[in-house]
């Protein structure tokens, strides 16, 4: 999915260890959105931003943070990993006038 | 706040049958619907879009969906499935800033 690059790909914590997922995309979008998916539950919103400096929550963002210094980057913070946050995590951006998402092929964590 | 429902879990189709997944919004506005579809290990790929205008969308690889607003749904069809088809699709209505609410997905498998 050239445009939005994620990573790490695949990444495995211990419990209490902190990590960030990092995305970056080379599209000059203002909007960009952090999802995690879970089996049988769909995507859910984390964190999203309108540009840089400007963040905020989605519909589940407890133990995540974010930051938006730059247009292109929207890393994702996790502190004090938790097994709740095993996760598939996708990062994306707006693409367009009426909404569509383009994503990112993802970041699998898990927390052991 | 708006919702996406997908009642169907998983469907089993003939290749070569036509295929129906659906989808069911509740949104106060006029919904801005979407059809995602999930290959294993992979990120979204956006299938069809439907903002305004003509109530029948076409889409990539042969699909399409029609929007009935007295229904509140978004039904995706295919008339005839190709054993590529295999994935998990998502029905997803956009909100404020364009932040998509998704619903959990239909997985489609398809029998030779």
Known sequence: NAGVTQTPKFRILKIGQSMTLQCTQDMNHNYMYWYRQDPGMGLKLIYYSVGAGITDKGEVPNGYNVSRSTTE??????????????????????????GELFFGEGSRLTVL | AQS?????????????????????????????????????????????????????????????????????SFNLRKPSVHWSDAA????????????????????LQVTL
């Open chain 1, 73 to 98: 980057d929207f890393p994702l913070r996790l502190e004090l990993a938790a097994p709740s946050q095993t996760s598939v995590y996708f990062c994306a951006i707006k693409t367009g006038p009426t």
């Open chain 2, 4 to 72: 996406v429902t997908q009642p169907d879990i998983h469907i089993t189709v003939s290749e070569g049958a036509s295929l129906e997944l659906r989808c069911n919004y509740s949104y106060g506005a006029t919904p801005y619907l979407f059809w995602y579809v999930q290959s294993p290990g992979q990120g979204l790929q956006l299938l069809l879009k439907y903002f305004s205008g003509d109530t029948l969308v076409q889409g990539i690889k042969g699909f399409e969906a029609e929007f009935k607003r007295s229904q509140s």
């Open chain 2, 88 to 107: 998990e699709y998502f029905c997803a209505v956009a909100g404020t800033a364009s932040k998509l609410t998704f619903g959990t997905g239909t997985r």
